[in-house]
């Protein structure tokens, strides 16, 4: 069993900007006395998850970045500020890009035949999804796949409009009860504007895409396509294949059921499957 202890040695701050908010966190804690356990019980967790934080080992969650700017008297937001930063390092270098951008976008289009997207995903079923790949950082991953769902927190977020195959509501990840509380936060979204929530009817199946795909939209600048992959996904701005990308989806759209009828199959699936 690892002993925790509170002479730990933090990381190098200069090293990532993991262990630059890790340092600055364990410095604004010495200085005010505090132990670990204690900035753990006003962040809600345990003294455990403060130690790795501090030692640039986890990736923490917005509410603990704003936990420390209401705890040490001299941080004056610094650490909400930082945050972006120590997120950004959670994510595979390939995948940033794509995260700055969809931080930006004002409008999110995916279509996804097989798994509901990262943005929507509970953690539930992200910690499931991503154990499959047995990363040796799952718990990071999964911190980083929940909080960039806070753009759809926003006062103003971005307009999501989702498509996925029905397929996508019986493949089963994690399980019933998983499964359930998946399908009820996508009801929500369904039911609630300025999101969209198409489903693509097994009789309806398309032949005409099979990778995942979305398209960013911005205030200024064009839009962007960003195509899921193995082993990784890519970003295109090309003129062409981004209108490649509008007439896809436009299509993909007018195969769809209409948006009204989505809360209706949810609620189906949910009670003959997982209920």
């Not at 995916?110 to 997207?117: C, N, Q, R, T, V």
């Amino acid at each position: 069993m690892a002993v925790e202890n509170e002479t730990m040695e933090p990381a190098d701050p200069a090293v990532s900007p993991l262990a630059h908010f890790g340092a600055e966190v364990r410095l604004e804690r010495e200085r005010l006395g505090m132990s670990r356990a204690e900035l753990g019980k006003e962040a809600c967790c345990g003294y455990s998850l403060v130690a790795k934080i501090e030692a640039g080992d986890r990736v923490p969650s917005l509410d603990f970045a704003e936990t420390c700017d209401r705890t040490f008297p001299y941080a004056n937001g610094r650490f909400a500020r930082l945050w972006p930063l120590a997120l950004r390092y959670a994510f595979p270098p390939w995948f940033r890009p794509y995260v700055e951008l969809e931080w930006s976008a004002t409008r999110l289009r995916m279509f996804h035949p097989l798994l509901l997207p990262g943005i929507v995903q509970t953690e539930e079923y992200a910690r499931s999804v991503l154990r499959a790949g047995r990363p040796a950082n799952l718990d990071d991953l999964v911190t980083a796949r929940i909080e960039r769902q806070r753009i759809l927190e926003r006062e103003q977020p971005p307009r999501l409009w989702l498509i996925l195959n029905e397929f996508v509501l019986h493949n089963v990840v994690g399980g019933e009860e998983v499964m359930a509380s998946q399908l009820s936060r996508l009801k929500q979204l369904a039911e609630n504007p300025p999101h969209v929530v198409q489903i693509m009817p097994t009789n309806r199946f398309n032949h005409m895409v099979a990778s995942p795909f979305g398209l960013l939209s911005f205030d200024e600048g064009d839009d962007v396509v960003h195509v899921d992959g193995f082993p990784r996904g890519y970003l295109l701005a090309e003129t062409g294949d981004v209108a490649m990308g509008n007439d896809a989806y436009d299509l993909l759209k007018a195969m769809a059921a209409p948006p009204d009828e989505s809360a209706g199959m949810i609620d189906s699936i949910v009670k003959d499957c997982y209920s």
